[in-house]
């Protein structure tokens, strides 16, 4: 594997479920990012990492909530969404933070809440 | 409020009819400019980094440039496979360092 890998590529699930996206990163970088693209919206980060670090917690409702074991890996646990939250979840790495590194992004995980 | 605006909002040229990219910034402080390439289905794919004002970069068809104010990507007889959507995005330089994404752009090239 190279790059930025997630999984799943598309999961559909319903308001009451619990479920997890897996994001990791091949480029031994150090910082990790969630975002959320949903359409004709700009790129919203959600949470950034920094050395397994949370440096930044965008007002991202509860129903989310991110876990960084290491460097290489980043989760998202989804609990009790909202029809609203179905969108394109994007995970990033980048070498340092973002505003200073050019961020590589995984292929994105279509989540649709029913 | 910082900003990130990009026009248009969408673009439709003929194979070899060049054009540019608009992406217009309001930032307290600007660390850096960045230029990515979104294709569907795919997440985005870094292009270029502009620091300062009277920079530009160049890659195959295309050439980025920034000013203090707006930062343009210039693409020269572009072909079908550069249709895509491409993002700007603009890192602030303050004690409240961010980076804002524009809407991006959708280009498309008609054979």
């Known amino acids: 594997e190279t790059g930025v890998t997630q999984t799943p590529r598309h999961l559909v699930m319903g308001m009451t479920n619990k479920k997890s996206l897996k994001c990791e990163q091949h480029?031994?970088?150090?910082?990790m990012y969630w975002y959320k693209q949903s359409a004709k919206k700009p790129l919203e980060l959600m949470f950034v990492?920094?050395?397994?670090?949370?440096?930044e917690n965008n007002s991202v409702p509860s129903r989310f909530s991110p876990e960084c074991p290491n460097s290489s890996h980043l989760f998202l646990h989804l609990h009790t969404l909202q029809p609203e939250d179905s969108a394109l979840y994007l995970c990033a790495s980048s070498q340092g933070l973002a505003t200073t590194y050019e961020q590589y992004f995984g292929p994105g995980t279509r989540l649709t809440v029913t | 409020e910082d900003q990130v605006t990009q026009s248009p909002e969408a673009l439709r040229l003929q194979e070899g009819e060049s054009s540019s990219l608009n992406c217009s910034y309001t930032?307290?402080?600007?660390?850096?400019l960045f230029w990515y390439r979104q294709d569907p289905g795919k997440g985005p794919e870094f292009l270029f980094t502009?620091?300062?004002a009277g920079e530009e970069k160049e890659k195959e068809r295309l050439k980025a440039t920034l000013t203090k104010k707006e930062s343009f990507l210039h693409i020269t007889a572009p072909k079908p496979e550069d249709s895509a959507t491409y993002l700007c995005a603009a890192a602030t330089l303050n004690r409240d360092d961010k980076i804002i994404f524009g809407k991006g752009t959708r280009l498309h090239i008609l054979p």
């Open positions: 990492y920094n050395f397994k670090e949370q440096t």
């Open positions: 930032v307290s402080g600007l660390r850096g």
């Open positions: 502009l620091y300062s």
């Open positions: 480029l031994g970088h150090n910082a």
